[in-house]
C-alpha cells in the first residue's frame, strides 16, 4: 500500500512538474482561451454571463470550465492563474488515473507506459497548459471511463454529466453509457438518468431564458465561419487526428490496434473505449470545420492505455520470463523518451515564437485599442481572444462566436457586408485572412482609414478608424 502511494505521488508530481517547466519555456496561451477569461471576469465581478456586457450571448462551449475559474477567480487568484492551477491539478489527477486504470487492466510492471506517454506526450504539454479547459475536460472523461470500468455506475454517470456541461463531446460519453446501461442494467436505467437529469435540465432552462438557445453560440459560428473556405481534408484530418504526420506516430497506432486486440482477448475490455473514440474522431474528420488540436487531446489517455497493451503483447511474443521484465522496462522507458523528447524540444521552440507573435501582436492591439478608444466605441475584429480581452471594449466579433449577427455574413461570404451594415467605429484586420480580403477594396477605404499596422514574423494586423 505504501508502495502504491509513493508511485501515485511521483507521478502526480512528476506530470504537474513536466508541465510547468514547459509552461515557463514558453508561456503560450491560446488566443482563444482570453475568450472565456473575458467571460469569467465578467461573471465574477457581476456583470452577468457574457462577453459584451449588455448582450447574453453564449460565446463559449465550456459553461462548467467558465464557473469554476470564476469561483477561483473570487477568491483572489487572476484568472490566468486559476486556468493554470485548474490545468495543473487536473493534469495531475488524470496520469494517476491513467496508473490506476492500467492496474486495474492487469498491465502489472508496464502500467507506466500509458502514464509516462502521457506525461511527455508534446500535444498534451500544449493543450493541458494554455488556458483551455482541454485538461479539466479531459479528466472527467478519463475518471466516467474508469468508474465505468469498476462497475461504478453512478460515479460514472456523473462524471459524464459534468463532462457534458464542460464540452458538447461530453453527451457522447453520456449517451454510450446510457446504451450500455440499456443493453446490461436495464432496471438501472431510470435511476442513472436522474443524475443528468438533475444537473443538466437545470443549465438548460437557464441557457434558454437567458440566451435564447442551450446550443452554445460559437457551435454555428465556427460552421458558418469555416462553409466558405472550408478546412483540409478528411484523410489530412485522419492524418492530424491519429499523429501519423510524425514519425512516432505510425508506430503508435500500430502498437494500439494490437493492445485493443490484448484487452479484448485477455481483459474483455475496449467495446466502449473504441466505440467513444471513433465518436470523437469521425466527427471531426467529416465536419467542415477547422480542426484544432485542444479538439483533439480527451482521446489520448485511453488511447495511451490501448498502446500500453500493445507493448504488452509484444513482450509475451517476445519472452515470457519474469526476469526479464526490469530489463524490458528499461528499454520501454527509454524507447518512449526518445520518442518524444525531441518532439517537446521542437513544440517548445514552436510555442515560444507563437507567443512572441501574440504578445507582440495581439496583445499590443488589444492594448493600443484599450488607450485610443472610448468605452462606448465598437470594434470589429477577428481572433478576438487577446484583443478583446486587453481592450476592454465592445467587440463585434467578425468570426461570430460571440456575435450570432455575424453567422448569416459569413455563411454566405459577405464579410465587407457586415462592417458596412454594422458601421463599427473600429476595424481589426488581419491581412492573410479569408474574411479580410476586403482591406484594400475601394469601398472598405471611402468607410474607414488605415491607422496603424501590428507585424511580426509575415503576420500583419491593421487597425482602421472610420471616417
Not at 499523429?243 to 484487452?263: F, S
Not at 471531426?284 to 485511453?302: E, G, K, M, Q
Not at 496583445?363 to 475584429?381: M, R
Request: contains cysteine; hydrophobic residues 50%; proline residues 3%.
Amino acid at each position: 500500500m505504501e508502495l502504491m502511494q509513493k508511485k501515485i505521488t511521483i507521478i502526480f508530481l512528476s506530470t504537474i512538474l513536466v508541465r510547468i517547466i514547459f509552461h515557463w519555456l514558453t508561456n503560450f496561451t491560446f488566443d482563444d482561451a482570453f475568450i472565456t477569461f473575458r467571460y469569467v471576469e465578467n461573471l465574477a465581478i457581476g456583470d452577468g454571463f457574457v462577453y459584451n456586457k449588455g448582450e447574453h450571448v453564449l460565446g463559449t462551449t465550456t459553461p462548467l470550465f467558465t464557473l469554476l475559474l470564476s469561483m477561483v477567480h473570487v477568491i483572489g487568484f487572476k484568472v490566468q492563474q486559476a486556468a493554470t492551477l485548474v490545468a495543473l491539478m487536473s493534469s495531475g489527477i488524470t496520469a494517476v488515473l491513467i496508473y490506476k486504470f492500467a492496474c486495474s487492466l492487469r498491465m502489472n510492471h508496464f502500467a507506466f507506459v500509458p502514464v509516462l506517454l502521457y506525461i511527455l506526450f508534446p500535444r498534451l504539454l500544449v493543450t493541458d497548459t494554455a488556458g483551455m479547459e482541454t485538461s479539466f475536460f479531459t479528466l472527467l472523461i478519463i475518471t466516467s471511463m474508469y468508474y465505468s470500468h469498476k462497475e461504478k455506475h453512478y460515479y460514472a454517470w456523473g462524471m459524464a454529466t459534468l463532462a457534458s456541461l464542460t464540452r458538447p463531446e461530453g453527451f457522447l460519453l453520456l449517451l454510450l453509457l446510457g446504451i450500455k446501461t440499456l443493453i446490461q442494467n436495464r432496471e438501472e436505467l431510470i435511476k442513472l438518468l436522474a443524475i443528468p437529469f438533475s444537473i443538466i435540465a437545470p443549465w438548460f432552462l437557464f441557457s434558454n431564458y437567458y440566451f435564447g438557445s442551450v446550443i452554445p453560440n460559437s457551435i454555428t459560428a465556427k460552421l458558418a465561419l469555416y462553409s466558405q473556405f472550408g478546412s483540409s481534408n478528411i484523410i489530412d484530418k485522419l492524418f492530424l487526428i491519429l499523429n501519423i504526420y510524425n514519425y512516432y506516430g505510425i508506430v503508435l497506432i500500430l502498437l494500439a490496434g494490437i493492445g485493443a486486440y490484448w484487452l479484448w482477448k485477455k481483459q474483455n475490455f475496449g467495446l466502449l473505449a473504441l466505440v467513444w473514440l471513433g465518436g470523437m474522431i469521425l466527427p471531426l474528420a467529416v465536419s467542415n470545420t477547422a480542426l484544432f488540436i485542444w479538439y483533439v487531446s480527451p482521446i489520448y489517455p485511453i488511447y495511451f492505455l490501448f498502446i500500453g497493451a500493445g507493448f504488452i503483447f509484444l513482450i509475451e511474443k517476445i519472452q515470457n520470463q519474469t526476469l526479464q521484465v526490469l530489463l524490458y522496462k528499461k528499454i520501454i522507458f527509454a524507447l518512449i523518451c526518445l520518442l518524444l523528447l525531441p518532439m517537446v524540444y521542437m513544440k517548445v521552440s514552436y510555442y515560444k515564437l507563437s507567443q512572441h507573435n501574440l504578445e507582440k501582436v495581439h496583445k499590443q492591439i488589444g492594448y493600443y485599442l484599450y488607450t485610443h478608444t472610448s468605452e462606448d466605441e465598437i470594434i470589429a475584429a477577428e481572433d478576438i481572444g487577446y484583443i478583446g480581452y486587453y481592450s476592454k471594449r465592445k467587440i463585434l466579433d467578425r468570426d461570430g462566436l460571440v456575435s450570432p449577427e455575424a453567422v448569416i455574413y459569413n455563411r454566405s461570404g459577405k464579410y465587407f457586408e457586415l462592417v458596412a451594415d454594422y458601421k463599427p467605429d473600429w476595424v481589426v484586420l488581419y491581412i492573410d485572412s479569408p474574411i479580410s480580403r476586403f482591406y484594400n477594396s475601394s469601398k472598405f477605404m471611402k468607410l474607414y482609414e488605415k491607422i496603424k499596422c501590428f507585424s511580426s514574423d509575415e503576420i500583419t494586423y491593421c487597425c482602421y478608424s472610420k471616417r
